[in-house]
């Protein structure tokens, strides 16, 4: 009943910048939890970012903070995923993902939020 869809995949340069939108539909709320998770080839998806409905809490992975933010816009009905400094390594399936938010605030429990809602996800592939 809510749809999302990613876009502004592609290929990028070891060092170079991407930016992943995603965009809702259907029975959308503002109160949503969003977050971009990843996949890589013979690995388990790994949550990279996310932030509250207000936007006053966002998380990150270990191995994207400093390198990737996220943000969003409720009025349009999206979330973005801007990635900088890329490295190989990033190179994966990056899904968009939504759900309620989280009864307390903070980056903590971010990541503990239930993703009821998922993209069909967007390849990014980062090569020297």
């Known amino acids: 009943q809510v749809q999302l869809v990613e876009s502004g995949g592609g290929s990028a340069q070891v060092g170079g910048s991407l930016r992943l939108s995603c965009a809702a539909s259907?029975?959308?709320?503002?109160?949503?939890?969003m977050g971009w998770f990843r996949q890589a080839p013979g690995k388990d998806r790994e949550i990279v970012a996310a932030?509250?409905?207000?936007?006053?809490?966002?998380y990150y992975a270990d191995s994207v903070k400093g390198r990737f933010t996220i943000s969003r816009d409720n009025a349009k009905n999206t979330a973005v995923l801007q990635m900088d400094s890329l490295k190989a390594e990033d190179t994966a399936v990056y899904y968009c993902?939504?759900?309620?938010?989280?009864?307390?605030?903070?980056?903590?429990?971010?990541?503990?939020?239930?993703?009821?809602?998922w993209g069909q996800g967007t390849q990014v592939t980062v090569s020297s």
């Open positions: 993902a939504a759900g309620p938010p989280t009864y307390y605030s903070g980056s903590y429990y971010l990541p503990r939020a239930r993703y009821d809602y």
């Open positions: 259907g029975r959308t709320s503002s109160s949503y939890t």
């Open positions: 932030i509250s409905w207000s936007g006053g809490s966002t």
